[in-house]
């Protein structure tokens, strides 16, 4: 397995993932088409595809690690690394690239101090960028996990991103008081 994917994320000896595949175990027979299934219950219970799933799921199915590996890679839904609690996604179409989506990239990157495809020392915000939302009318557009925000400026991207994290700081501090 390419080693620049995986940075310091072993789930070995983890309880919930000797779960995971013990039940996938009882769910899936192990055949070749019940690939992306897996993948997809491995991401959805964990969040990411660590490498030991990804061993595991070729041993389970009898493929080649490269093959599961490669299938992971394809398919943009899968990540290898864990994302934060709000995932944000910038396009990087046409009519958002025209609007200012690479000025707001590079500024909520410079805020966050993280780049595209990695996520904040606080586990908070992963930024990612997309191809196309399909909503260029409201160009430059970002999204943050479900919730759609169209033409946006810096400040008003940066108001987003302080309303999320002052939201947050004060559920940690009243989950600390109860």
Avoid: W
């Avoid at 009519?95 to 780049?115: F, M, N, P």
């Amino acid at each position: 397995m390419e080693q620049a994917i995986y940075q310091e994320q072993s789930v070995e000896g983890m309880p919930e993932v000797e779960d995971l595949f013990n039940e996938m175990r009882k769910e899936f027979k192990g055949m070749a088409n019940e690939l992306i299934p897996m993948l997809q219950r491995v991401q959805r219970m964990l969040g990411f595809l660590p490498e030991q799933a990804l061993l595991e799921i070729a041993r389970l199915t009898g493929l080649s690690t490269a093959r599961v590996y490669g299938t992971a890679t394809f398919y943009a839904q899968f990540r290898f690394q864990p994302a934060g609690k709000y995932i944000i996604r910038v396009c990087r179409g046409t009519a958002c690239h025209v609007k200012g989506s690479d000025r707001l990239l590079d500024t909520i990157e410079e805020y966050l101090q993280v780049a595209p495809g990695q996520m904040t020392p606080d586990g908070l915000f992963t930024i990612e960028t997309v191809a196309c939302f399909g909503s260029c009318a409201l160009a430059p557009v970002m999204v943050i996990n479900d919730s759609v925000y169209g033409s946006l400026n810096r400040s008003r991207a940066l108001k987003l991103l302080d309303e999320i994290r002052v939201r947050e700081e004060a559920n940690i501090k009243n989950l600390s008081l109860s």
